[in-house]
């Protein structure tokens, strides 16, 4: 599995791009696949992005530390949704979850996981 950021077609090769390797899936313990319910999941770099012009990081709800891995609906530079799901082509309508209710759970994983 591969992350593409910085991409704004990722049909097309562009010189903003960046793919990177994911080292490490984390799912939530708790995901339903029946229901949906806790459908989160962090995502493990091999290595770090290259923060530019169309790479960057974006603060959680109550919270400076973490970036974004995907698809946000931001609210003042705080990323509030990432996509869940919805239409392929980005039509309504379209599915967000709710970051604040997954940050405890972000930042305990994040901690977890930093150690290995």
């Known amino acids: 599995m591969n992350v593409t950021l910085g991409a704004h077609d990722i ?17 939530h313990e708790n995901f339903n696949t029946e229901t949906f319910t806790n459908d989160v999941m ?3 770099l091999k290595y770090k992005a290259q923060l530019h012009a169309y790479v960057d990081t974006i603060a959680l709800p109550h919270s400076e530390d973490w970036g974004d891995a995907g698809g946000p609906l ?5 990323s509030q949704g990432m996509v869940s799901y919805g239409h392929v082509d980005g039509k ?4 967000f979850t709710r970051i604040s209710s997954f940050v405890p759970w972000i930042k305990r994983t994040i ?3 930093e150690h290995r």
């Open 74 to 78: 931001v609210c003042n530079n705080v």
């Open 11 to 27: 049909n097309k090769k562009e010189n903003t791009q960046q793919v990177i390797p994911v080292l490490q899936a984390i799912r």
């Open 111 to 113: 901690k977890q996981f």
């Open 42 to 44: 962090l995502l493990k």
């Open 92 to 95: 309504p309508p379209q599915v």
